[in-house]
């Protein structure tokens, strides 16, 4: 009797025991758990694309757009674009990084102002092109602006094309080929969405965004939040973060509309596109009049 009523005691005593170190545990790994539990499903990360696209400014979108792609917590990116275009070169840059990176995940751009010409040309692979009634979407075409021409005084050359680099019609023809490459990737990401002609397109207009809409250049109505959440529903992603990756920022000066040596208030073209003291044909896909030393200028976007 003794014997059983010991063992019944010792029994208790353990069975005490390890309710105390299963309260403990719980209540040490209840917060890791709920955690667990409320973390949310992936990030869509906002990549901004602002301003005039430039060797630098487009360098910096791509390194971002790389970065989503590394980044295994991002499932989808919505490219917020508010850019009137820039260099030819760069643009097509950009064509190239959205493209690799709608090739691995979900990616929706957002027109929160401009996207002509060149930033156009960069946010046609996204899978949705979201706009505003008030947005600007189209300019599909590329100009270019010649040098002066000639061996310039006071110069020795080692070639006679070294001081201008091509004729007029060499230009044109450059001009030409890529105008073909940029209606050409319009269509081929656009498709059958686009209700307008290969001329039509061509002819370079800028529709407002519910045109837009109409005629194929974007998809739907909406701001930014909406194509968010659109790129969060392609993902699967019922619970997300968003992180937003900002443009590089212009300078305090260059924002109150001072001059300063690296953002010179109404720079002209060569300035903004890094040429400066160097007179040489620029190729580019932008909207809207520039501001050149030289008044030369093609175009090639009358005719498919």
Do not use: C
Not at 62 to 74: C, F, K, P
Not at 107 to 115: C, L
């Amino acid at each position: 009797m003794t014997a059983d009523r010991s063992a019944r005691g010792s029994v208790r005593g353990v069975t005490i025991v390890l309710v105390v170190v299963g309260v403990v545990v719980g209540v040490a790994f209840a917060p890791q758990a709920w955690g667990y539990a409320t973390e949310p499903d992936g990030t869509v990360a906002v990549v901004e694309l602002h301003g005039t696209i430039t060797g630098d400014s487009a360098s910096a979108v791509v390194d971002d757009l790389r970065e989503a792609r590394q980044n295994d917590s991002i499932e989808a990116v919505v490219l917020d674009v508010d850019s009137p275009g820039g260099t030819a070169s760069a643009s097509e840059q950009l064509y190239l990084a959205v493209k690799r990176t709608a090739g691995e995940m979900p990616v929706v751009a957002s027109v929160t102002g401009t996207a002509a010409s060149g930033s156009y040309y960069a946010a046609a692979p996204a899978d949705d092109i979201y706009v505003t009634p008030a947005s600007v979407v189209g300019s599909v075409g590329v100009r270019a602006t010649l040098p002066s021409g000639g061996v310039p005084a006071g110069e020795v050359v080692t070639g006679p094309d070294k001081g201008a680099g091509s004729t007029p019609d060499e230009v044109r023809e450059r001009v030409e080929t890529l105008r073909r490459a940029f209606v050409g990737s319009v269509f081929a990401e656009r498709g059958d969405r686009i209700e307008l002609t290969r001329e039509e397109v061509s002819h370079a207009k800028v529709y407002a965004g519910a045109s837009g809409v109409e005629n194929g250049l974007a998809d739907e109505i909406g701001g930014v939040d909406t194509a968010i959440g659109a790129a969060a529903d392609n993902a699967g992603l019922d619970d997300y973060d968003v992180v937003r990756m900002e443009a590089p920022q212009p300078s305090v000066l260059a924002q109150l509309g001072l001059s300063t040596d690296d953002a010179p208030a109404g720079a002209t073209t060569e300035q903004v596109f890094e040429y400066r003291g160097v007179d040489t044909v620029q190729y580019l896909m932008l909207h809207g009049t520039i501001e050149a030393n030289t008044q030369t200028e093609v175009t090639a976007n009358a005719s498919a």
